[in-house]
């Protein structure tokens, strides 16, 4: 029996009085992949967004079951000024560690999650001038580097080429089963979703379903959502 | 060369310039890099506007000057930032309806008090002779409150800087610092706009910044080379200015405009060879 890690009951959260998603129940074990599906504005992000702190809920509670903010790490999406920002790789990889100065501790945990995301030979060179692969590679380990139990992803696959795509999914499970990192996962790539994650949330502003992936597919959503077959 | 030295630091007015001023230049430039790449580089110009704006109504009133305008600078530089963040309005128009609104309110003061046509000119273009012993007094706590979160808490103003989102995300409170930054940025304006200018102020923090994020690659080497820059075009300036007898803050914006473009030519210069 695995511990649990996560529990939402009646989870809701609010923009200005307007409930953007509601009705959020779910418990999620350790070792679980979670994937997080729904339309556009169908309120992943903010679920998200509830789930690393950033955004108190309107009502209901997370319950995190013993584990706290710093167990998390998280990876949000891009933003503009990143793209032209002056850091070299490991700058960005050791902000991960949250520490107040980078002793040899640090150094050395980053060098780690730099060599599983195969970017060791990148460090020192400018966050700017990587192809937008690279930098989320870097970005996801810089969200290793703090995420002791559970990796919170926005979109990790934004932007990317179907290839590129695909090597950062392997990569994604390869942290869940090879190193036991539970993921949660927001995507709009419903298809990847079903492949890699266990488990599944489907939200249409308010929760439409939660269980296996297995439980999903029997749904008429995945069927909606997918338009065809899974591969 | 060492006559030029020692007849500038001969009048004490040069003398408090020239600490006022390197360590005004710091400060720019160490706060200037991350409102740039905050994409916040015309708060700067903003804050400069209402700095002008409430000196002149302070002169009007009769009050304190710094006592008056330190603190509207303040509150100005929290409703910049707060508007940036939930932005009703967008973040660069709100900053062009504060800062002409607090220029037009500068200018009735000024106008609507008899006889200080001279003081209006020193207000939007800056003096040499305008740096007081508060000033420099005043200019050295700032530096060092300046250093400190620059050399203690260096990490957390990168992570900060870089993504707002993570840095909350992983329990740093993001606005404690938004808020260090909006307040040293408003200080270190109101007392370099004496000096500088209120027109003119805004570019000691863009400029630095812009011109190390040419030549340098990584984070550390952006924020020494910004500092280093500053610091001596700043001296550059005020000795051509002395010399040439030229204002002094345009002096240094101008040496600064040429580093910016001989580093932009030799970035480009390097990209290519």
Redesign the interface.
């Known amino acids: 029996m695995k511990a649990t890690l996560i529990q939402c009951s009646d989870l809701g959260f609010s923009y200005e009085n307007r409930m953007v998603c509601e009705q959020i129940n779910l418990n999620m074990n350790e070792g679980d992949y979670l994937c997080v599906v729904g339309q556009n504005g169908s309120g992943k992000s903010t679920f998200i967004k509830g789930l690393v702190g950033l955004k108190a809920p309107a009502k209901g509670k997370i319950d995190f079951c013993g584990m706290t903010r710093s167990d998390i790490g998280y990876l949000p999406q891009q933003t503009v000024a990143q793209k032209d920002f002056p850091a070299s790789v490991q700058e960005v990889v050791l902000s991960g560690t949250r520490a107040l100065f980078y002793g040899a501790k640090e150094k050395r945990l980053a060098k780690e999650k730099m060599e599983q995301m195969e970017i060791a030979d990148l460090a020192d060179r400018s966050f700017r001038d990587l192809s937008g692969g690279q930098q989320q590679r870097v970005l996801l380990a810089r969200a290793l580097c703090a995420a002791k139990k559970l990796l919170v992803l926005d979109e990790p696959a934004t932007g990317l080429d179907p290839i590129v795509t695909e090597q950062m999914y392997e990569l994604i499970a390869q942290q869940n089963q090879q190193y036991g990192m539970s993921v949660v996962m927001v995507s709009h790539d419903v298809s990847s979703a079903l492949w890699y994650a266990d488990h599944i949330l489907h939200l249409e502003n308010s929760m439409r379903f939660f269980g296996t992936t297995e439980q999903y597919l029997e749904t008429s959503y995945a069927a909606q959502l997918l338009g065809g077959g899974v591969r | 060369m060492n006559l030029i030295l020692e007849s500038v630091l001969y009048y004490p007015f040069m003398r408090r310039a020239l600490v006022a001023g390197v360590l005004l230049s710091l400060c720019c430039a160490l706060l200037g890099v991350n409102l740039v ?3 916040y580089s015309m708060i700067g110009d903003g804050l400069s506007h209402v700095g002008f704006g409430a000196l002149a109504l302070a002169m009007a009133l009769g009050l304190a000057p710094l006592a008056v305008a330190i603190p509207v600078v303040i509150v100005a530089a929290f409703l910049l930032l707060r508007l940036n963040s939930t932005a009703k309005i967008k973040g660069d128009s709100a900053i062009a309806l504060i800062s002409t609104s607090a220029l037009a309110m500068g200018v009735m003061a000024v106008s609507m008090s008899s006889g200080m046509n001279m003081d209006i000119l020193n207000y939007m273009f800056g003096s040499i002779l305008a740096m007081t012993k508060a000033d420099v007094v005043l200019s050295i706590c700032l530096c060092v409150c300046v250093l400190v979160l620059f050399v ?2 260096y ?2 103003m ?2 900060v800087t ?2 707002e ?2 840095a ?5 409170r993001v606005n404690v610092y938004n808020m260090l930054l909006a307040v040293l940025t408003a200080v270190t304006i109101v007392l370099g706009m004496r000096m500088m200018g209120a027109m003119l102020i805004s570019s000691l923090i863009i400029f630095p910044a812009l011109t190390a ?1 040419r030549l ?7 924020v020494v080379t910004s500092a280093v820059i500053s610091v001596v075009c700043f001296l550059i300036g005020l000795f051509i200015s002395y010399i040439a007898a030229t204002p002094t803050g345009a002096s240094i914006v101008l040496v600064n405009l040429a580093a910016f473009i001989a580093a932009s030519i030799a970035a480009r210069l390097l990209k290519r060879g």
């Open positions: 790449l905050k994409r203690v808490f990490n957390r990168f992570s870089f993504d989102a993570f909350q995300a992983s329990g740093v994020m340098c690659k990584n984070y550390r080497a952006v």
